[in-house]
């Protein structure tokens, strides 16, 4: 059996980045979803969609900076 | 060139071609100085910031330097810069308030776009906000303008709101009270400069990955021949991911101007 090397960081970011994909997906399907439903309210939904985007990459991000800490 | 790609100044092409640095960090850091005004050391970093900052003051002042009937292209580009800014972000967020806000909102929308633009610039290739002192002061700048504004407007209130809920059952109000004072307090100024943080960082270095690899395949074509040929997808692939930055450069700075507004907003209007 072959020996496994490099930083187990690696493997707490891959994991740190699964939450917030499944996240930013569904900010943006349903934000998609809204501005097809009323295009008139298009740039208030992509505002909140924004503001949806960040909230949910931080934590992936968090994990991102758990590499440079650990 | 690959000194500027790798960003590492004691990286020497010519004797090693890979220069892995001992530690990531030293992508970032610029400890010697350029040079040197009495007691203040002036490195790379604090260059860029200056020189951000002179371009941000400069692109204004030729934006509006006179005021025309019909103004200039120039003019019209920094006219829907600052009109984007204003109304869509300050207005648009706060509400009617916004426009007392709007100066400092263009302020760090303009620095952070052109510090963020800066990874991408020929020649630079150094993005000034991967340097954690730069996001995380703009972050406390932003902290202290909500908690004084929110306790200017609102008096103890504004702490009361937050920590004595009123609209959450009684049984919970303590936990949600202390939940929303660390995450107001504590991990919005946090957050808000890992955000700008982290994501450049993360271009800076797929980018210095990417295309370095690329570039260090190229120039190793005297050891390892037509296998440098795998530089090649390596190279189109930074390059896709050169456009890919761009996309997040601006919408980091959005997205920090973005939030800096609507953390005043509940300072300026706390919830009911």
């Known amino acids: 059996m072959e020996e496994i090397k490099g930083a187990i960081a690696l493997i707490g970011y891959g994991l740190a980045a699964i939450g917030p994909g499944i996240g930013i997906g569904i900010v943006v399907g349903n934000a998609i979803q809204a501005m097809a439903r009323q295009p008139e309210a298009a740039n208030m939904a992509r505002t909140t969609m924004f503001l949806g985007i960040a909230f949910t990459e931080a934590l992936a991000l968090i994990g991102f900076v758990l590499f440079f800490i650990a | ?272």
């Open chain 2, 1 to 272: 060139m690959d000194v500027l790609i790798l960003a590492s100044e004691s990286c020497d092409p010519a004797t090693e071609i890979i220069c892995a640095p001992e530690n990531v960090i030293e992508l970032f850091e610029f400890s010697v100085p350029l040079f040197s005004i009495g007691p203040l050391d002036f490195t790379r970093t604090v260059v860029l910031t200056f020189l951000a900052m002179f371009i941000v003051i400069g692109l204004l002042y030729m934006g509006f330097r006179k005021r025309r009937v019909v103004p200039t292209k120039f003019g019209v580009a920094m006219e829907s810069v600052v009109s984007f800014v204003r109304d869509d972000l300050a207005k648009g967020t706060i509400g009617p308030d916004g426009e007392r806000y709007a100066p400092y909102l263009l302020s760090i929308f303009m620095f952070i776009l052109v510090a963020n633009l800066f990874e991408l610039t020929p020649g630079i290739n150094f993005p000034l906000t991967s340097r954690m002192a730069i996001p995380l002061m703009l972050a406390i700048f932003t902290w202290l303008i909500f908690v004084i504004v929110g306790f200017s407007k609102n008096g103890l209130h504004y702490l009361f709101d937050i920590v004595w809920p009123k609209s959450v059952p009684l049984a919970l109000r303590w936990l949600v009270g202390l939940i929303e004072l660390v995450s107001v307090f504590v991990l919005r100024p946090i957050t808000l400069a890992v955000r700008l943080f982290a994501n450049l960082v993360a271009g800076h270095l797929m980018l210095t990955l990417l295309l370095g690899s690329g570039w260090i395949f190229f120039a190793a074509v005297g050891d390892i021949g037509a296998r440098s040929i795998i530089g090649i997808p390596w190279f189109l692939f930074g390059l896709g991911i050169f456009v890919f930055e761009f996309v997040v450069a601006v919408l980091q700075a959005y997205i920090f101007t973005l939030l800096s507004a609507v953390y005043i907003q509940t300072s300026v209007q706390p919830e009911h």
